[in-house]
């Protein structure tokens, strides 16, 4: 994985008090992840830093669209993804990050790296099934929307076997 420094936060020269980090996510960031279904990224993030005497509090938010694949017709689309979250840092004897709140960072840290909330956040925000509006609104027309209608169809008029029908009259009598 690329490291990049973009996405540290050097908190050791920050003076107490609220600042404000601002990121504009691409396809670049998703190549230092091993992910590749986004065709193309653009997502604002906005991170609130908030830098006490003993804690820092972090609040990213999130809005902005990924292109990617329909799951059902194959077809590209733009979907719009947002979300907020809100991360805790405090220190300690050693690096845990058991918690999805909180945050340990050993005494001697001077930066945060960002990038891995980041990255989670914008992949936890695309749905599991990615259905492109076209096809829920019925708009859309693709191949592959054609020949699914057309196996469903097939499907439905599919013949009884004969000796079923014959089966089904002995209940009647």
């Known amino acids: 994985m690329k490291q990049t420094n973009v996405y540290k936060i050097p908190f050791k ?32 993030v906005v991170i609130d830093f908030n830098k006490k005497d003993t804690i820092f509090e972090l609040h990213f938010d999130m809005q902005g669209s990924v292109r990617i694949n329909c799951d059902k017709s194959g077809e590209e689309y733009d979907q719009p993804v947002q979300g907020t979250y809100d991360l805790i840092v405090n220190f300690g004897n050693e690096y845990n990050d058991e918690s999805d709140q909180i945050l340990i960072l050993p005494h001697q840290e001077y930066e945060l790296d960002i990038s891995q909330y980041i990255y989670e956040m914008i992949i936890l925000s695309v749905p599991t099934k990615r259905i492109h509006p076209g096809v829920l609104d019925g708009t859309l027309k693709s191949k592959a929307l054609d020949k699914l209608e057309e196996l469903q169809n097939r499907k439905q008029k599919k013949q009884i076997d004969p000796r079923w029908e014959k089966l089904k009259g002995l209940i009647k009598d």
């Open 13 to 44: 020269g920050l003076k107490l008090g609220k600042h404000r980090f601002d990121y504009l996510i691409e396809k670049e960031f998703f190549e230092a992840y091993p992910y590749d279904e986004f065709i193309e990224t653009t997502v604002h």
